[in-house]
Nanobody
Framework: VQLVESGGGLVQPGGSLRLSCVAS????????MSWYRQVPGKGREFVAF????????YYVDSVKGRFTIERVNAKNTVYLQMNSLKPEDTAVYYC????????WGQGTQVTVSS
């Protein structure tokens, strides 16, 4: 299982970023996918979930209405569209799947600052 995130960076408050995660080594179209985030000194926090066909999504309350998770199974890719970003969204963002064990990508840094 390999998960490779990209798309992080520095953005001003109120700005947008789109994270991507390309998956390989498992049957992506059969697998739940999630995004998590982590700040130094804290545990990893759930952000968003999407079911295999993409029909079911969940979000942590703090990002509802601002973030959108979506997937393109033909590209083995899951996305996290992040709008109206706030400084408290600053974190390393990880995509994840469960396939006989929890797997994580290497993470991508998102920094929201003026």
């Amino acid at each position: 299982v390999q998960l490779v995130e990209s798309g992080g960076g520095l953005v001003q408050p109120g700005g947008s970023l789109r994270l991507s995660c390309v998956a390989s080594g498992f049957i992506f179209s059969d697998s739940d996918m999630s995004w998590y985030r982590q700040v130094p000194g804290k545990g990893r926090e759930f952000v968003a979930f999407i079911s295999p066909p993409g029909s079911l999504v969940y979000y942590v309350d703090s990002v509802k209405g601002r973030f959108t998770i979506e997937r393109v199974n033909a590209k083995n890719t899951v996305y996290l569209q992040m709008n109206s970003l706030k400084p408290e969204d600053t974190a390393v963002y990880y995509c994840s799947t469960f396939n006989s064990g929890r797997y994580w990508g290497q993470g991508t840094q998102v920094t929201v600052s003026s």
